[in-house]
């Protein structure tokens, strides 16, 4: 977690997995027409894709996956909050989320944070911003 200069906090949430596979998010939008067949979306354009609502790239569902009921709402649940998500994603190095949301909502969420990490946790977070949001040195 980070303070940004324009007022926000960035949240990251990284996996060191193989990252999206492209061509099955492709494959599965042609599927339900969401790209045309001989369309060749570029990278950004199909990371994209997997905000929308009931998409999914599993081949079954379960009760964690497959059922496409998710990042749509993660990006919804965050622009109510005048925040945003974007995706970062290296085939065979991992995908990063990246949520920004407002300092001054972030702060008051931070209060409920506290409640539910032990004390060192949230204390450890809490000494390492100053007033303004940024991390201090050291």
């Known amino acids: 977690m980070r303070s940004t200069r324009a007022g926000s906090i960035e949240i990251q949430v990284r996996d060191d997995g193989q990252g ?11 599927e339900r027409g969401l790209v045309a067949a ?4 570029n990278d950004a354009a199909l990371l994209e894709l997997i905000f929308t609502p ?3 790239t599993a081949d079954s569902v379960s ?5 496409g009921v998710g990042l749509d709402v993660v990006r919804s649940n965050l ?3 005048n925040g945003n998500v974007e995706v970062v994603s290296r085939r065979g190095e991992g995908t990063t989320f990246i ?10 969420d931070g209060m409920s944070v506290r409640r539910r990490f032990p004390r060192s946790t949230s204390s450890r977070l809490a000494s390492s911003l100053n007033a303004s949001g940024r991390r201090r040195a050291g």
């Open 38 to 41: 001989g369309e060749r979306p």
């Open 54 to 56: 009931g998409f999914t």
């Open 79 to 81: 622009a109510r909050l």
């Open 99 to 108: 949520m920004r949301l407002p300092l001054t909502l972030a702060i008051l």
């Open 63 to 67: 009760n964690l996956s497959g059922r």
């Open 20 to 30: 999206i596979n492209l061509e099955k998010v492709q494959a599965r939008a042609i």
